[in-house]
């Protein structure tokens, strides 16, 4: 490795979340020095900052919960199958401590500008404290979703009611939570329907007097069936831990779930309801990975488990005008994340509870004392923005990423993320990005793909370590065969078909643009043998170079 006096660390990584304190850790142990760059004031990525109420995993607690602290899994006791963010932010902060990361991280500072030196061969990191800083490495581990889109309504700063965003949601002053928020008595509305918004109206419709739902496109939702976690049953979960780690390595999904038939063909209509009926009422996502694997690949098959979904949508909003609209007609169930939901259906039905199709009614303002549509007005007490988020590389856009030339991460992206095994991007020498763009650690149970991703890129630096090499880049001809092999293998799905998703982003100008593909689905196991064939041929398609030596 270089001369410490060159640089100020010998990697920084930006992002303190789950992926980002991990990679911290196993940095450390290989005795580099490492600098962590966290925009938030604590520790967690999405768990520290969306607090809003209803917010809780989708992944059972207990597949989502860092694998490498043997002591702290066997000390904690989980209360539900399906863990809620307070818990999960404790749990992380918890981790945190044990691993004693903080100490190497710097909160409430972003970078803002990374600049590649090639004669110097290090990247300049600025911050927005105006500090500037060299390393030699950059490993960005910014989240796929942590930078959230707010919409640009008219008059936005004109209403005299509350307003919220679900990713801002004000924390509870020295807690894990978020500021609990009164909605009794109050007209609420909320705009959209994604995951986000599916878990705020559950809680929103308990409460409120009225509560308007302005969605724009709906979504497939399946019942998440969460239930407490009696000791004994913790009990063998942590008996267990080893075992179910390793059945989530082995899904394609990173999740307990696996596709229990190839094909749905040859089966009749009675054996296929039996089934989903079965799986409906299991927790998790069983309903969406643990039947037919060519549901995400044959028509037929999707059409089986989207007539079932839609006729159990029906079943259970009571007005057939209201069920109609919360039904996708535009993609297949499971061809977006799933949102799974409790009584999400049943708010509906509800009389304190009104949809709004703004596809049939647009918003056109926000006034002072609302929302006005094209044919309404809608007087409310509150604003609450579900409204997604800029995912997967939203958090690399907000920084001015420049590598050789002051080439810039937009430029080499205009057309679509194009990258090495997800991990590099040819002309950026010694920047990596962790559960990015084409990432094996991305269309998955995260924190399950992201460890393996993890260990492997530390085992990458290792090799640098001892063989003194101070300059990694992905060589263009291996990028541009794994991108395409990224499309190849989307190709043989049905998710080209629903490109209205975080999936998918724009790219391109004029008639050029379109929609890019920002995942890899090829599945966990497929991309942890393609990395461990790339390092057995000695970390083929990265070119590393040794420093020069100087007479």
């Known amino acids: 490795m270089p001369d410490k006096q060159e640089v100020d660390f010998d990697v920084i990584v930006v992002g303190a979340g789950i992926t980002g304190m991990y990679m911290l850790y196993k940095l450390r142990e290989l005795g580099m020095s490492v600098r962590v760059i966290e925009k938030n004031g604590d520790v967690g990525g999405t768990w520290n900052m969306n607090r809003y109420p209803g917010c809780k995993l989708d992944s059972e607690s207990y597949t989502y919960a860092y694998s490498f602290l043997p002591d702290l899994l066997q000390e904690w006791n989980w209360s539900n199958e399906f863990a809620s963010q307070p818990e999960l932010m404790e749990f992380f902060s918890k981790a945190a401590d044990r691993m004693d990361v903080r100490k190497d991280i710097t909160f409430n500072v972003k970078a803002t500008r990374m600049v590649y030196d090639e004669q110097g061969n290090f990247w300049t990191v600025e911050l927005d404290n105006a500090e500037i800083l060299r390393a030699r490495f950059v490993l960005t581990a910014v989240g796929a979703l942590s930078t959230p889109r707010m919409p640009s309504y008219p008059g936005m700063d004109l209403f005299r009611g509350e307003v919220f965003h679900s990713y801002y949601w004000p924390h509870e002053r020295g807690g894990y939570g978020g500021k609990e928020v009164s909605f009794a008595g109050k007209r609420v509305a909320v705009i959209g329907t994604g995951s986000t918004g599916v878990q705020i109206i559950q809680e929103v419709a308990k409460t409120a007097d009225r509560m308007f739902v302005f969605q724009r496109s709906p979504n497939w939702c399946a019942p998440l069936c969460n239930k407490p976690i009696e ?143 094209g044919t309404r007005d809608f007087d409310v007490d509150m604003i609450i923005y579900a409204t997604g988020f800029d995912a997967i590389i939203g958090g690399l856009k907000e920084m001015d990423i420049r590598g050789l030339g002051g080439k810039t991460l937009k430029e080499a992206w205009q057309d679509g993320p194009f990258t090495y095994l997800g991990l590099q991007v040819p002309e950026f020498p010694n920047l990596f990005t962790l559960v990015g763009a084409h990432n094996g650690a991305t269309f998955c149970n995260i924190p399950r793909c992201a460890e393996a991703q993890i260990r492997w890129v530390a085992d990458l630096f290792a090799h640098a370590v001892e063989n003194g090499i101070d300059r990694i880049e992905a060589d263009e001809q291996a990028a541009e065969e794994w991108t395409r092999h990224v499309f190849e293998v989307a190709d043989a799905t049905l998710l080209t078909t629903a490109t209205n998703s975080w999936f998918w982003a724009e790219f391109g100008k004029g008639l050029e643009r379109g929609h890019r593909l920002l995942v890899y689905n090829g599945g966990n196991p497929a991309y942890r043998a393609k990395v461990e064939e790339v390092r057995a041929r000695g970390y083929e398609g990265f070119i590393m170079r040794q420093p020069a030596v100087v007479d």
């Not at 780690?245 to 054996?271: L, P, V």
């Not at 996502?285 to 549901?295: F, K, L, N, R, S």
């Not at 039905?349 to 009104?354: I, L, T, W």
Request: aromatic share 12%; charged share 30%.
């Open 231 to 373: 000791p004994e049953r913790m009990a063998e979960i942590k008996a267990r831990y080893p075992i179910i780690f390793e059945k989530c390595e082995s899904t394609n999904s990173g999740f307990q779930h696996d596709f229990m038939f190839e094909t749905a063909h040859g089966t009749t209509a009675e054996e296929r309801e039996a089934l989903f009926e079965e799986l409906y009422n299991q927790s998790g996502y069983a309903i969406w990975v643990g039947h037919y694997g060519d549901m995400f690949t044959d028509p037929v098959s999707n059409g089986y488990i989207t007539d079932f979904i839609a006729r159990k949508i029906r079943q259970r909003v009571k007005d057939p005008a209201i069920a109609e609209k919360l039904i996708p007609k535009d993609h297949g169930f499971g061809l977006k994340r799933v949102p799974m939901e409790t009584n999400y259906y049943e708010a509906y039905n509800q009389d304190n509870v009104e949809l709004i199709d703004i596809r049939e009614d647009p918003i056109i303002e926000m006034t002072p004392d609302g929302i006005r549509t």
